[in-house]
């Protein structure tokens, strides 16, 4: 039973550029959360997915955006990278009464 | 506003023993999740246990155990017979009512476990 999975596992980006990353959620799971962990850091929350709509939302800016898709997979797109986004960027996956279970993340460096 | 804290930013355990990484949270909700993750140095956010604010009995898996004071508004986690592979950082987080919810976390307590 594959667990949630995140691609890539490291990504060097530099700044202005955008970037996308990827995560599939754990079989039979529909919720998909995002987090943000920076370094020494508990995560934030960046936002939730659930019926391919987003359903919260952390307190973040406009240039983080997400798409969930029908088979529950999802993606996190940051645009207009700054030097603060540098971050280890979380992928949980969940469902009713069922703890948040997180893939491995993506390590997300900004030049 | 829900906030967790984690008021132990690093701590030390003989191999065999028992510790506690202590937690407290704030919150107005009366319905509320309660979680402990392992991070080791890899990365991943490894779930351990879980308590609802209305279980009137404290969580255990294996060697975990959740010591839930609701009055006192902590949520301590007790790691039995401390293995090295228990060296890792360690959140505490809370959640509203679903346990679909956005999950708030404290800051991180790093266990170091010594031979």
């Known amino acids: 039973d594959a667990g949630v999975t995140q691609s890539p596992t490291h990504l060097i980006k530099t700044r202005g550029q955008q970037v996308t990353l990827r995560c599939s959620p754990k079989?039979?799971?529909?919720?998909v959360s995002w987090y943000q962990q920076a370094l020494g850091q508990g995560p934030q929350f960046i936002f939730q997915?659930?019926?391919?709509?987003?359903?919260q939302r952390g307190n973040f800016p406009d240039r983080f955006s997400g798409h969930q898709f029908p088979n529950y997979s999802s993606e996190l797109n940051v645009n207009a990278l700054l030097l603060g986004d540098s971050a280890l960027y979380l992928c949980?996956?969940?469902?009713?009464?069922?703890?948040?279970?997180f893939g491995d993340g993506t390590r997300l460096s900004i030049l | 506003a829900q906030k967790i804290t984690q008021t132990q930013p690093g701590m030390f355990v003989q191999e065999k023993e028992a510790v506690t990484l202590d937690c407290t949270y704030d919150t107005s909700d009366q319905s509320y999740g309660l979680f402990w993750y392992k991070q080791p140095s890899s990365g991943e956010m490894i779930f351990l246990i879980y308590?609802?604010?209305?279980?009137?009995q404290n969580a255990t898996e294996g060697r975990y155990s959740l010591n839930f004071q609701k009055a006192r508004k902590s949520a301590n986690l007790v790691i039995s017979a401390s293995q090295l592979g228990d060296s890792a950082m360690y959140f505490c987080a809370m959640s509203r009512p679903s346990n679909t919810g956005k999950l708030i976390f404290g800051q991180g307590t790093t266990l170091q476990v010594k031979p």
């Open positions: 997915y659930y019926e391919e709509e987003e359903r």
């Open positions: 949980a996956s969940s469902s009713l009464r069922q703890p948040q279970h």
């Open positions: 308590q609802g604010s209305y279980d009137e």
């Open positions: 079989s039979g799971h529909d919720t």
